[in-house]
């Protein structure tokens, strides 16, 4: 079945250590996107990525970083310059020209 | 970015009521979209309104692209334990190329059955 798939689902981090969430799609989207979600907050966008090897910055990308070497992945590294990395993380995907996205199950982030 | 106000913020009602729920901008959009999330999952796709005074219905939901394109509106007829969760509506702007900075999401509505 197509769709996207994020991993791990929990992750746990200790302070100061980098993480590196993981996000395939396998729908040919050549748009990909980071967000965050905390509690009243709604969805905050991380980052995106509308072509391989290319990204840009999204409302709240100091302390994260991103790479797009295939279509097919983005992978987010939640580094140990975020101060409150404490969250729900969400990737989606949209077709070149689309406006609907479609998004992952999430992974939820804690440090302790 | 730009704002999406999305109310009300939370909802608590009786299982088989009705439910409202909507989106407004001082912006004008070009599509809007509807999300259901549950509690620890990634936001489900419910309906997707793509001109203005669009009507669509998805079962029991019914959803409406305003006629000003400022706004939009969901409902959700004789509700059941399964509604419950977290609505997100989110609008592409009428002014953005369709880049990622186009999709702007509200902050959610929960709804909340009672028994």
């Known amino acids: 079945d197509g769709g996207i798939t994020q991993s791990p689902k929990y992750l746990f981090r200790k302070e100061g250590q980098n993480v590196t969430l993981s996000c395939e799609q396998n729908?040919?989207?050549?748009?990909m996107y980071w967000y965050r979600q905390d509690p009243g907050q709604g969805l905050r966008l991380i980052y995106y990525?509308?072509?391989?090897?290319?990204?840009q910055k999204g409302d709240i990308a100091e302390g994260y970083s991103v790479s797009r070497e295939k279509k097919e992945s983005f992978p987010l590294t939640v580094t140990s310059a975020q101060k409150n990395p404490t969250a729900f993380y969400l990737c989606?995907?949209?077709?070149?020209?689309?406006?609907?996205?479609?998004f992952g199950q999430g992974t939820r982030l804690t440090v302790v | 970015g730009q704002q999406l106000n999305q109310s009300p913020q939370s909802m608590f009602i009786q299982e088989g009521e009705d439910v409202s729920m909507n989106c407004t901008s001082s912006?004008?959009?070009?599509?809007w979209l509807w999300y259901k999330q549950d509690p620890g999952e990634g936001p489900v796709l419910l309906i997707a309104?793509?001109?203005?005074?669009e009507l669509t219905s998805n079962g029991r939901l019914t959803a409406q692209f305003g006629i000003t394109r400022k706004d939009s509106f969901l409902n959700i007829s004789a509700s059941i334990p399964s509604d419950v969760g977290i609505y997100f509506c989110?609008?592409?702007?009428?002014?953005?190329?369709?880049?990622?900075?186009?999709?702007?999401f509200g902050k959610g509505t929960h709804l909340i059955i009672q028994p």
């Open positions: 309104l793509y001109k203005a005074g």
């Open positions: 912006s004008i959009f070009n599509t």
């Open positions: 729908l040919n989207h050549d748009a």
């Open positions: 989606a995907s949209r077709k070149t020209g689309g406006t609907e996205a479609f």
């Open positions: 989110a609008g592409q702007l009428a002014l953005s190329g369709g880049g990622a900075d186009g999709l702007t």
């Open positions: 990525s509308q072509i391989v090897n290319d990204f």
